[in-house]
Nanobody, 133 residues
Framework: QLQASGGGLVQTGGSLRVPCAAS????????MGWFRQAPGKEREFVAS????????NYADVVKGRFTISRDTAKNMAYLEMNSVKPDDTAIYYC????????????????????????????WGQGTQVTVSS
């Protein structure tokens, strides 16, 4: 089970950290991802972190502004959002891949597959982030 929280209202140019608490699975063994969905749009990839080695991957629209991380001791994942823009307004979802798949995916395949929502087995309920202009 995944529980995202910490969303809210933030001004353009501001920062926000969105945590995702995991239970029943361990972030150390599961590839993790963040996706977002704005009104009237499809769910889109934001960022991912690979269980093996902690390699990260970002959508071009957030690269350099957002940071995905994890705390294996607390069994948490995080999305740090900086220099936010109104276009970042969306519901943000954290997601996880089951360990058996996370462990056998080679790095070169992971970069592409980690951007696909269908790869993920577990999803949080989402948290609303609204950026005011």
């Amino acid at each position: 089970q995944l529980q995202a929280s910490g969303g809210g209202l933030v001004q353009t140019g501001g920062s926000l950290r969105v945590p995702c608490a995991a239970s029943g699975l361990t972030v150390r063994r599961s590839d993790m991802g963040w996706f977002r969905q704005a009104p009237g749009k499809e769910r889109e990839f934001v960022a991912s972190i690979r269980a093996r080695g902690g390699t990260t991957n970002y959508a071009d629209v957030v690269k350099g502004r957002f940071t995905i991380s994890r705390d294996t001791a607390k069994n948490m994942a995080y999305l740090e959002m900086n220099s936010v823009k109104p276009d970042d307004t969306a519901i943000y979802y954290c997601a996880a891949v089951r360990p058996s798949l996370s462990e056998r995916t080679i790095l070169s395949a992971w970069f592409q597959s980690s951007t696909q929502p269908t790869r993920y087995d577990y999803w949080g309920q989402g948290t609303q982030v609204t950026v005011s202009s």
